[in-house]
Each structure stands twice: as structure tokens, then as C-alpha cells.
């Protein structure tokens, strides 16, 4: 079943690259999503065998961030169907530079978005830590052609910056598995496996210095990836310059596989009692992204890179839950996947506003209540939603990290926490309001794009936010619970 | 025969290309150079015993393709075809990039004899060595213009720490070293056609002109 998991992805990959006409392959991208979606769920009721002699092992964590990517996955492909028809073939003028460009051949983005998704679920899937970097550097290598999609220079430069920057980021993160090796080098032993599990059963011989060094590797190389400040650079960029179904997963699914990779290093760190280690370096790094985003969010002119700079903030306070340790694990759980469906949701929502008002700045687009309703409501609940207010389940979420900080004494980083969100929503909320009142400019014309694959993802992500912060079904504690388990405990 | 013997000479070679990676000032000559570090390389993972199993046969034969053609191949036909300025020119110039690798090499002599080394696991000189052409690596990303000096920067970096990691191969599994190379080897193409981009788009490879997308 896992090895099913990894394959629909790939053979409808394929399939994609062989189909000439359009429609067929767009319904082949929403159904191999929702194919890939039902095995997710269908896998919390059995949990499937190991495969490929143990490489592929689905665990309480890995199957949590394997549901939040699949979910997203299903909403941004649904919403991709609607974008590809409307964005069409052909030149068209840049609307920032005034340049012509075009678009990167349709079949050649779907298949990448299809082995994204692959190498995503290889990510989830695996408890080895060399296969999990086998798929981290994977995704970024599919997602670098999405970024890529609108050819001109403004992309260029973005894709250029995600493919070095993570490049050597990711390379950072391999030095750091090997250094692991080496902290469990046992000179008897005739094969080492990066496997958790057998990690695990020798934790009472690995080298303290070694395992740090390996730590820090694999926090700094994944932290890249993940946007955790000061190695953000490239996410700015590259949210803002993709497409918004894109720059969707890349917040919602991709920032969350490399959060995977730095779970995993941690777990090794709890199993070898060097916990409290690894937790401090994450709560350093957690407060300099939150405080990072804070400061860029003020006066920010870009609604996608404000969206973007929220994904650090948000990257920050997972760090920080874990940082924290015990209880606020929970919440940091609860968290990543309420940040996914919200950011998933706002970064498609932007996609519509972008559509009508072909501008990315927030002092130009005014007036979308009245232009066009439903997108801006869902704008307007999705800003309330991840800014942490009720009804919504990141308040919950946040309310459960803060409480478990004052719990267990971390009266100081609560309030450095708590400074960095009310900052950032004020400095969000002056914007996002402004966009959706005041009147219609002039010169914007056109009818508002609010058909059926435009808005049933958002509305369909924004409905189970609420649901996260209004009502918890039993089962979903349960997998939380026991995904936080694993993190807590190691294993 | 003394295996250990002929690692070392492999190593201050590798050292020296590293040197050299840091002064040279044309492209062309850089791509050589990665070439040699790449057939250097190769060897590697034959050191410390000279017993030689399949898999490790296997991914000695792979590095060379990879590293020491396939590489060199992929970045000189780039070269050729967006015909850029053979000449880069550095935000650090030579000298001081060559103290700055000179200051690495110093550095990882002196953390050699700090760090708790398993005994037998790295063979003399392999632990500075790879850690050198890491830093080389590094410092080539950062202080060059040139987007095609930067991936070679990038393998660079790649090519130390698969160095770091070539004692261990012998316990690892061959299938992971493989597929690392061939991401890696994904990368290298995916970067040659973003550069074939930029060199259409830009009428240069200049990162330099890269100045759209700040805060």
C-alpha cells in the first residue's frame, strides 16, 4: 500500500507527460489527488506494512504530515484545474515590466506537480534518514520548474535563488547524516542502517560531540528549506513568483517535509538524551523567525510575499512547540496542520485576487468586497484565521503552545511569542482590511473569476479550519496525540 | 601493496585543486579542475582496505561517470552554448580567496585533533581534505558572480562531503549512495537548463543582475 502511495503519483507523472490533449490530463492530476487522498485516510483505519524492506515505514508522524499534504494536495489540484483553462496558451504581457512571456508547456507542470507530490509522500513515508533526504532534495528539484511556470525574469531570478540556496542548504543536511553515521560508527558492524528503529537500539553507543555536530547540519539544511530566519531568503521569492496553487503547496506541504527532516534529527536527540540540546537551538531559531516575520510583515506592500513572511512566522512557532517540548507539542501538531489548510487557503485566494486586479500590491487592490464577494470573505476569514483569532483552529492551537509554555515556565519566550503575533496582526490586518473595502479603482475592469474551481478549495479548506477550532472529533485527537507521542518520546 | 600509502599523495592533490579552484579566474579551467576532483574521487571509497566488494566496485564506476565525465560534459556544454565571457570575475579576488581556503585547510587541521575520531574510520588526511573542499565549495557559491562558478561551487561542496562520507560507504547501502548521486546529478541538470534560461532572458549569466526581488 505504501509503495501504491509513492507510485500513483509517479505513473500519473508519466501518464501526464504522454497525454497531448488537455482535459484528460488535468482530470488525471485531480484524480490521482484524490486516489492518493483516499489511501492517506484509508491507511489511519489499517496501518499499512513496511515495504521495500523497511524503507518505506509509515509512523503516527510521518502519516500527520502525509494527511496535511494530501489534503492540500486535492484542494490545490481541484483549484489548478480552473487556473490552467483560464491561464491558457500563447504570449501575454508581463503586467509588471510590461514584457512579453509565456508559459511553461502544460504537461511538462502537471507532471512536475505529480512527482512534487511523489517525492513529498517519500518524504512522509520513510523512516530512513538517507531516503528522506533522497525526497527532500527531490521535491525541490520537481518544484523548481513550478516556480518557473510564468517565463519571465522575475521568476527566473526567484527559481534561481530556491534552486542554489536549497541546493546547498539540502547538501548542508547530508554532511549532517553523515556526521550521524559517524557518531554511530561501529567498527564491528558490517552494515549501518539509517533507520530510526535501528538508530534507536544503539543509542547508548553514539558520540555526544559527533551527534551535535550532525544536529546542527541537519537544523541549519533543512531549517533553509523549512524558511526558519535568518536562512529565509529564497521564500519571499519564490512564494511570491509562482503560481498561487504553487506557492499554496510550497507553504503548506513543502515547508512542513522539511520540518519532517529536523523532527527526525530531534527524535535521534531524545533517544540519546540530548534533548535538551536540540531543543534549545530550536527555540533560538523558532524567536528569530517570528520576530524576523514581524518585522517584515509591518509595512509589507506585497500581499503574496505577506503571506509568505507569515509562512516564516508560522515555521517559527512549530519550532518553538517543539523547542518547548511536552505538552506544547500538541499544539505545535495541531498547528501545522491548521497553517496548512490556512495557508493553503490564503495563497489560493490570492490567486483569484491576482487574477481580477493583476497586481500583487496591497495599495492597489481595493474594493474586493464589492468586485468580487465570496473571494473577499474567504480573504477576510482566512486573515482572521491565521492570525490565531476564534473560532478558528489555530487559535486553539496557539492557545494550547502559549498555555504549555506558562506551564512548564517559559514565561519569557511566551511573552516574546506573544509579542511577535499581536505585532504581526496589526501589521496584517491594515492591508488585508484595506484591500476589501474602500471602492473599486477605475481602471481595474473585467469580471471576477469565482467559478466553481476558484472557490470550492478555499471554501472547502476554510470550512475544516473552523471545523479544527469549533469541534476536535475523537479520532483526530488520537492521531495527534500520537504523533506528538513520537516526537516526545523519540520514538 | 600499501593502499594507505597511495592515499595519501590523492589527498594533497585533491587539496591542491581546491587551491587552485579558489585562484583560477577562467571557466573553462574550473570545469577541468572538477573534473580531477571527480576522478579523484573515485577512488575513495576503495581506501582503507584493498579487498573490493561489487557494490563498492559499482559506485566507484558511478562516481567516474558521474562526477568525472558526466559533470564536465553537462558544464562545458553549457559553456559552449550560451557562450559567455570565458573570464569570471570574483567579488573576491583571488588572493583573498585563496587565504580564505588556506584559513579552511588550517581549520579543519586544528579541528581534526579536537574531534573524538572512531579510531580507523578516516584515513590520514581525508578528514581536512573534506572538509577543505567543502569550504571551497562554499566560498566559490558565495563570493562568485558567475552562475555557472556557483553550481561549480555547488559540486564542490557535494564532492567534500561525499568525501567525508566514503569510509562509511563500505557499511552503507549501496542503493542510498547511488540515488544521492543521481539527485545530485538531477540538480546539476535542472541548474544547466536554468542557466540556459537566464542566459536567454538576461543576455548573461550574472547573478548580478539578479536585483528585481528584495524587501
Redesign the interface.
Known sequence: MLLLLLLIPLASAALALAIAADTPRRLILTLAAAAHLALTVAAFAAPPAAALGGLLDLDPLGHLFLAATSLLFLAASVYAVGYLRAEGKGQRRDFQEGAAFSNAPERIFTACLLVFLAAMTLVACTRNL??L??GV??T??AS??LI?FH????S??????Y??IC??GI?LA??GN??L??AF?D?A??????NLTDLAARAHVA?A??LK?AFICILVGYGVKMGLAPMHNWL??AH??SPSLVSALLSGALLNCAFLGILRAHQICVLTGLEAFSQELLTIFGLISMATAAA?IVG?GDYK?LLAYSSVEHMGLLALSVGVGGGAVFGGMLHLLGHSLTKGMLFLVSGNILALYRTRSCHDTRGMARAMPITAALWTAGFLAIAGSPPFGLFVSEFSVLSAMIRQGHTAIACATLTSLAVIFVGMSVPVLRMVQGPRPPAVTGEAREDFFAVAPPLALCALVLMLGLYLPESLIVILTRAAGVVVKGL | MNVAALFEPLMIALILTNLALLVTSRTGVLIRLIAAQGAILAFAPLFPSSNLPVHLALLCLAVFAIKAVAFPYLLSRTLRRIDADPLIEPYLGANLSAAAGIGGLLFSLWLEHR??V????FAPLLFPAALTT?FTG?IL?VTRKN?LT??IG?LA??NG?FL??AP?SR???VW?EL??LL??F??VF??GI?IH??NK??ESID?DR?C??R?
Open positions: 538517507g531516503a533526504w533522497v532534495e527531490g525541490t528539484l523548481a520548474p518557473y517565463r519571465h525574469r522575475r527566473l531570478e526567484a527559481t534561481w535563488k534552486l542554489l541546493s546547498v547538501a547530508l554532511l553523515i556526521l553515521s559517524v560508527y567498527p558492524a558490517a552494515s549501518t542502517s539509517m558520540q560531540p559527533w555536530a519571499p521569492d511570491s513568483q517584515f509589507q510575499r | 574531534l573524538p572512531p579510531p580507523g574510520l567543502i562554499l557559491v552562475a556557483q553550481v555547488y561542496a557535494e562531503i567525508f562520507g562509511l557499511q552503507g547501502s542510498l540515488s544521492i539527485d545530485v538531477v540538480g535542472v541548474m536554468a534560461h537566464i532572458t538576461f547573478v539578479f528585481t526581488l524587501d
